[in-house]
């Protein structure tokens, strides 16, 4: 069985993908298998090749976030690193809640990275030292609902959703074009983090949304 650990390299900036590249290739028992400038690129070379790190900037063309969360769903074996230059904490947060494994500054030594890789194969989770405490903080506070995102007009357009309304059906209910419900509705899959109306329903269902509004019997 080989025991090589595969990687892929996704980073819009060739010098410094090119320094990753040479960096994991020079170690032992680390093989860079594709490299990627771009979200989608990053996607389909992780589909094709199925590695078993993907290495990804949080800033590349077509968003980091969005090829780890694409990659974590359809290659689930593979764990996935987000390389940046961001301390953002929302990315921070977004990147681990999108399937990340790993949080790497880009000013990383060149040994620290090949450890990173190592551990992050062999099943560990790694977030830079100077926002570990910043990732436990958030994990500290209290949950928020998801529903918290929405603004009040997509709360009430989630509602006739969960109700079995069409797009055309609650614009009518609204008086406002089906043009403007489809709006809302790309806002509200976005937010909630769902890919379909069911779960964006579901969810609202789960949540109680409306249910505190409607008169006792």
Request: one cysteine or more.
């Amino acid at each position: 069985m080989d025991s090589r650990i595969r990687v892929i390299v996704a980073d819009d900036h060739p010098l410094f993908r090119d320094g990753v590249v040479t960096t994991l290739d020079a170690a032992d028992g680390i093989d860079v298998v594709g490299e990627a400038d771009d979200a989608a690129s990053a996607i389909k070379l992780a589909g094709d090749l199925l590695p078993d790190v993907a290495l990804l900037d949080v800033a590349m063309p077509g968003g980091g976030l969005q090829a780890a969360r694409e990659i974590a769903r359809t290659c689930p074996s593979t764990r996935i690193v987000m390389l940046t230059v961001s301390e953002d904490e929302d990315n921070l947060m977004a990147a681990m809640k999108s399937g990340a494994k790993g949080y790497v500054l880009k000013g990383i030594a060149a040994r620290d990275l090949v450890d990173i890789v190592r551990s992050i194969d062999a099943g560990e989770v790694y977030v830079a030292p100077k926002l570990a405490w910043r990732l436990l903080r958030e994990l500290r506070k209290p949950r928020r609902s998801p529903l918290d995102e929405l603004s009040a007009r997509e709360r009430e357009v989630l509602e006739l959703v969960a109700e079995g309304l069409s797009n055309a059906e609650i614009g009518a209910r609204l008086n406002v074009v089906e043009k403007t419900i489809k709006h809302h509705m790309t806002n509200i899959l976005s937010k909630l983090q769902v890919s379909s109306r069911v779960e964006a329903a579901l969810l609202a269902y789960k949540t109680g949304l409306g249910q505190d509004e409607k008169p006792a019997p």
